[in-house]
């Protein structure tokens, strides 16, 4: 048999060429390790650097996001407002027609009635065809109620709301025998 001694440097040696080649592999992942360690010391450095403007630029534009959100709000409440204005405008432009509209059709009932009334015929005036009061024949008693009970309207009649325009004035027929008197004597003074 070999000897021990033999097999103990053998295995020493190979001991010693393991640990080389891995010495010859670890070195440039150590290197690389390294160079790693720099890159992140260097984006460690530059994030401590930038990374507090950033989020102060972004809490600053969420600060910014709810002023302008504010005043959206604040401009559908006006624009809210002036809509309101706008509907409460237009009723009052709506009554303010109505109310003209009423008011034109009364002046036209009323130009038409002035227009009936000035185009109707003129009754006739009196000739000194009447006779005097002295020769005039007086009335019988029961010819003056007649004539009076004629005259008289009933409180129906008197109340009547629209015979005004449509009817035509017969207002000579309305007269009592003494209303005619006292026209003519009137008529008597004027022509001395």
């Not at 070195?27 to 994030?47: G, V, W, Y």
């Not at 008197?158 to 005619?180: C, G, I, P, Q």
Request: charged share 25%; proline share 5%; aromatic share 6%.
């Amino acid at each position: 048999m070999i000897d021990p001694l033999f097999w103990l440097g053998l295995s020493i040696l190979l001991v010693a060429a393991s640990l080389t080649a891995v010495l010859v592999v670890a070195i440039p992942a150590l290197q690389e390790l390294a160079r790693a360690a720099r890159s992140a010391e260097k984006l460690f450095d530059t994030l401590s650097r930038e990374l507090p403007p950033t989020l102060n630029a972004i809490r600053m534009t969420g600060l910014e996001i709810t002023d302008l959100t504010d005043d959206v709000s604040e401009g559908v409440k006006s624009a809210g407002q002036v809509v309101k204005q706008v509907d409460q405008s237009l009723d009052s432009a709506k009554k303010q027609a109505q109310n003209i509209q009423a008011g034109t059709r009364s002046l036209v009932v009323g130009v038409k009635a002035a227009w009936k009334t000035f185009t109707r015929p003129k009754p006739g005036r009196r000739t000194g065809s009447s006779l005097p009061i002295n020769e005039k024949t007086p009335l019988a008693l029961r010819e003056r109620e007649a004539l009076q009970q004629q005259n008289r309207r009933t409180k129906p009649e008197m109340y009547r709301t629209n015979d005004a325009y449509n009817d035509s004035a017969n207002w000579e027929s309305n007269f009592d025998d003494e209303d005619l008197r006292s026209n003519s004597t009137v008529a008597e003074d004027w022509s001395e």
